[in-house]
């Protein structure tokens, strides 16, 4: 039960990121734990990282549902860029504009991309659980997230040059 409790939130996150049902994207996770309680009585129980088993999991349960190149559900994005505590309008209005342009930045993404940032910036997964959970090495899931971060940076450069000419 308290593994339940520790992991349910994050792996439901990551779930709902990809998926834009969060009824689904329950499911989904709630189905990850069931597979762990099915792995506990048979042989591929994780031996490492739980964590790392668990999101490796929830990504192959995304994969079965969608298909493996499924984008972020870009309208949950919100969930996943930290909350402000700043009640000011104009901060808040200035986050919703930030988050409209992440939206279309994200997009621009392809979906392994989408993925590492989420599961090491996000999920805040290690090096180490991210290339287990990707079935990838430390190198790739490194030059990867590399390669992410500087297209999402290029884009999101590009969207600011582009509203500064309108």
Not at 3 to 19: D, G, H, S, T
Not at 115 to 120: P, T
Request: proline share 4%; net charge negative.
């Amino acid at each position: 039960m308290r593994i339940y409790e520790a992991y349910f939130p994050p792996i439901y996150q990551f779930i709902r990121l990809r998926v834009g049902d969060p009824h689904a994207a329950e499911d989904l996770a709630s189905d990850v734990f069931v597979k762990f309680v099915t792995a506990l009585r048979g042989k591929n129980a994780p031996s490492h990282s739980l964590r790392g088993w668990l999101f490796r999991v929830a990504r192959n349960t995304i994969a079965d549902y969608y298909g493996k190149e499924k984008q972020v559900a870009t309208e949950t994005l919100e969930d996943w860029v930290p909350a402000l505590d700043d009640d000011n309008p104009e901060s808040q209005f200035m986050r919703t504009l930030d988050i409209e342009r992440a939206r279309q930045a994200m997009r621009m993404l392809a979906a392994e991309q989408q993925e590492v940032l989420i599961l090491r910036f996000g999920q805040l997964l290690s090096l180490q659980e991210t290339a287990d959970v990707m079935n990838k090495t430390i190198s790739a899931v490194k030059s990867l997230q590399f390669r992410a971060v500087d297209t999402l940076r290029r884009i999101l450069g590009e969207m600011q040059l582009e509203n500064q000419h309108d």
